[in-house]
């Protein structure tokens, strides 16, 4: 439809407080919708070459993604890569479909400018996931991740984590093994050295097809950080992400809905999230590439996760507050702030703050 062609991101982020006055999840279904629709338009501008990246074997025309939750189903995945990011992760799937957790189960903090969730991994299933992403018109503008997850009841990790593994090979870039969502009983404890090893290794029986990733808690012991890293390097894992929700609720929150259970994303999870990347990074010495992920929702803040150890950078929240034109304008200040300081590539600035 011609409208859909001449939106912009701009106009589209213009009408984002029509949304913040509706019910959240009611609000993200709508978004999810007008995306598939191509109402949020195309950042047409080409990026600065200063922002090409190089991560497990993939090419990323810049660091900027778009963490996995906001298209559980893979539903907007064209939508939301032609709004700028370098990669889309979709998911969290699960291997059968699932309602989650009933509602009311996703709050807005609008004095944060943060987001509680407990969605519980509502989702439609691996088949219909799987199915969607194969008919994805390739070449596709960006990279695709699939963030795997499992089912509240009945679940075997070594067995569900491997078969997604699997499944998806051929459909997605890389894959993310989640063991750290906060809304699913006992994922979390997953991340014990013993319980991810046998999860790793169910996965690298299988000779995985792609990259495949590990996303952990904020919430995570400093003391548990280095077996968990020396677990997922001695079973070639690509890369971890740092971090996912907390269920840490920081003084700092002024908003009424903070008493609500689930996981806290936004800026308040910004520091705590970044000195756990810097952590991982110093640990990690080169071996596993890292996506900061966490309160990030400005170029300063891509930067800084980058200045930590993030090769990429993924956000959400700040996508739900500020509209698509975000991305363009984090692009932009974040190759104004590489040159600034004198690096020739976002590489280059990895890790400098470690």
Known sequence: MQQARDMTPALASALMPLLRGMDPEAAHGLALRGLALGLA?????????????????????NPLGLAAGFDKNAVAI??????????VEAGSVTPRGQPGNPRPRLFRLAEDRAVINRMGMNNDGLEAFRSRLLALKRP???????????????????????????????????????????NTPGLRDLQ?????????????????AMPVLVKIAPDLAEDALPALVEACVAR???????ANTTIARPDSLRSPQKVQAG????????????????AVFRLAAGRLTLIGCGGVGSAEDAYAKIRAGATLVQF??????????????????????????????????????A
């Open 41 to 61: 338009g195309t950042d047409r501008t080409p990026d600065d070459p200063i922002l090409a990246v190089t991560a497990f074997g993939r090419e990323f025309r």
């Open 316 to 353: 959400y929240a700040a996508l739900a507050y500020d509209g698509p034109a975000l991305v363009p304008r984090m692009k932009q200040g974040l190759a104004a702030l590489l040159r600034r300081d004198g690096f020739g590539s976002a590489a280059a600035a990895v890790g400098v703050d």
């Open 192 to 208: 014990g050295e013993a319980r991810l090893i046998a999860i790793l290794d169910s996965i690298q029986a299988i000779g995985p």
């Open 263 to 278: 996981g806290l994303s936004g800026p308040p999870l910004f520091a705590p999230s970044t000195a756990m990347l810097r």
């Open 140 to 182: 596709l503008p960006a990279v695709l991740g699939a963030n795997l997850g499992l089912n509240k009841d009945g679940s075997e990790p070594t067995r569900d984590y491997a078969a997604m593994v699997q499944a998806l090979a051929g459909a997605a870039d890389y894959v993310v093994v989640n063991v750290s969502s906060p």
């Open 236 to 242: 070639g894992v690509a890369g971890l992400i740092v």
């Open 78 to 87: 064209l939508p939301l890569m032609r709004l700028g990011f370098g990669h």
